[in-house]
């Protein structure tokens, strides 16, 4: 079963005086339960892949499917739909509220689902049990240190038990011990059967993924097999 299936992806960005092939045809499969990495320099079209796949930009060509769903297809209010039922996104910048508790960051997306009272408080606790913050419910992401925010944020994007994770550098603010705690977690949803999609400059990330898919120039160059999570398997 495919989470993801593009064909020949295009982005074009269109300024007064220039325009910028971002992606030059992408063909990219992604099965449920696989853990990818994309990597490549900067400027190379990672980010403009990754908002493609979490459905918050269009390509100029090409097909996506989504779970079966032709997205180049679908209306805005569709997307809208798959992107909160289906998606969870991680950034490098946690992207919390500073306004609201650990436990509400948590809560939004199932607030946004229309979830019960009941079940959010009951989906939220596991949540938290899962990445180790139950005790800091109460504290307000500006009172944690780096690592417990993006554990905040993790908790968020799989609170609503989504079938893709999209994380953008997630270790990109954390030292490595934290790091690797933020990697340690990712896999362990995808041992769970969460598929994961992660763009990253970091080696050491990479090697958390089955496969390793590198852009260069708005186009896949080449695609690595990690023999080493492979094998452990
Ligand atoms: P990466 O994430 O690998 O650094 P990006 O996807 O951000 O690469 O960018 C790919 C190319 O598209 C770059 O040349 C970048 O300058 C250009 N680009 C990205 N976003 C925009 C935008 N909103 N408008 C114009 N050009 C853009
Ligand atoms: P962890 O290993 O749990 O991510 P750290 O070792 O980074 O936590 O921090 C230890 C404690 O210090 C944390 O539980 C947190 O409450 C507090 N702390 C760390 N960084 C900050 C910060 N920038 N502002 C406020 N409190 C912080």
């Known amino acids: 079963e495919l989470v993801i299936d593009t064909k020949n992806l295009q982005k074009r960005y269109v300024t007064d005086t220039v325009e910028t092939t971002a992606l030059a045809g992408v063909d990219l499969k992604i099965a449920k339960g696989e853990f990818v990495a994309i990597m490549g320099p900067s400027g190379c079209g990672k980010s403009t892949l990754l908002n493609i796949l979490g459905m918050l930009d269009s390509p100029s060509d090409g097909t996506f499917k989504f779970l079966g769903h032709d997205i180049s297809r679908a209306t ?3 997307r809208a739909k798959l992107r909160k039922e289906n998606l969870g996104f991680v950034f490098q910048s946690f992207n919390l509220i500073d306004e609201l508790t650990v436990e509400e960051n948590i809560a939004l997306p199932l607030a946004y689902l229309g979830v019960s ?9 596991e ?9 800091r419910r109460s504290h ?9 925010q993006q554990r905040v944020a993790i908790a968020r994007a799989t609170v609503s038990n989504p079938a893709l994770i ?4 997630p270790t990109g603010n954390l030292d490595s011990v934290h790091g690797r705690e933020v990697m340690t977690l990712l ?9 994961v999609v992660m763009v990253t400059h970091s080696p050491s990330d990479a090697e ?3 496969r390793i898919v590198n852009l260069f120039d708005g186009q896949i160059v ?3 097999v990690n023999v080493k999570r492979h094998a452990a398997e």
Not at 127 to 135: F, P
Not at 166 to 169: I, R, V, Y
């Open 140 to 148: 307000f992401p500006q009172q944690l240190s780096g690592g417990q």
């Open 208 to 210: 958390y993924a089955h």
């Open 222 to 224: 080449t695609e690595n």
């Open 166 to 169: 999209l994380a953008d550098e």
């Open 187 to 195: 896999s362990e949803l995808n041992d769970a059967g969460t598929t």
């Open 76 to 78: 805005e209010r569709q």
């Open 127 to 135: 949540a938290m049990e899962r990445m180790g913050i139950a005790h």
């Open 117 to 125: 009272k009941a079940d959010t408080t009951k989906r939220v606790q």
